[in-house]
């Protein structure tokens, strides 16, 4: 998972921060397929399937 660190400075507007983290979160569509995969492992093989 990519991992960046924000930092707010003196004037930082929250509208523009918000609109930078909502185009950090992947389209629903971009997401759906390896999540299924995980959700079925999961049931498949409990909580160690993913540790």
Request: net charge positive.
């Amino acid at each position: 998972m990519r991992c960046e660190r924000l930092r707010l400075s003196a004037g930082w507007d929250p509208v523009t921060l918000a609109a930078d983290l909502r185009a950090l979160v992947p389209s629903p569509d971009s997401v759906r397929e390896p999540v299924a995969e995980i959700i079925a492992r999961v049931r498949a093989g409990g909580d160690r399937a993913v540790l």
